[in-house]
């Protein structure tokens, strides 16, 4: 059974970091990108950042170059460092594998900018 779990948000000033992890359990094949979602109060889950199986990423606009996705394939982890943070960056931050078959998810992790 796959499952993806996300550590590491927290409380934190304006201008702070974290750094994200997701940890992935289980046998996932056919990894087309694996990436970061997050969620705000009253919002649409919108994409933060992405890798795809090649290497090349891409980010949402707003990140402004302010975060960093990356991978350990030998640990099976997703990270994602975050810099710089703003209290608009509040939201649930989840972690998503997309494969040729199916999407998974994690269960999210917090962040919380406080101004």
């Known amino acids: 059974q796959v499952q993806l779990v996300e550590s590491g948000g927290s409380l934190v000033q304006a201008g702070g970091s974290l750094r994200l992890s997701c940890a992935a359990s289980g046998s996932i094949f056919a990894i087309d990108s694996m990436g970061w979602y997050r969620q705000a109060p009253g919002k649409q889950r919108e994409l933060v950042a992405r890798?795809?199986?090649?290497?090349?990423?891409n980010y949402a606009a707003f990140v402004e170059g302010r975060f960093t996705i990356s991978r350990d394939s030998a640990k099976n982890t997703l990270y994602l460092q975050m810099n710089r943070l703003k209290p608009e960056d509040t939201a649930v931050y989840y972690c998503?594998?997309?494969?040729?078959?199916?999407?998974?998810w994690g269960q999210g992790t917090q962040v919380t900018v406080s101004s």
């Open positions: 890798i795809f199986s090649g290497g090349l990423t």
């Open positions: 998503n594998y997309d494969t040729s078959s199916r999407d998974y």
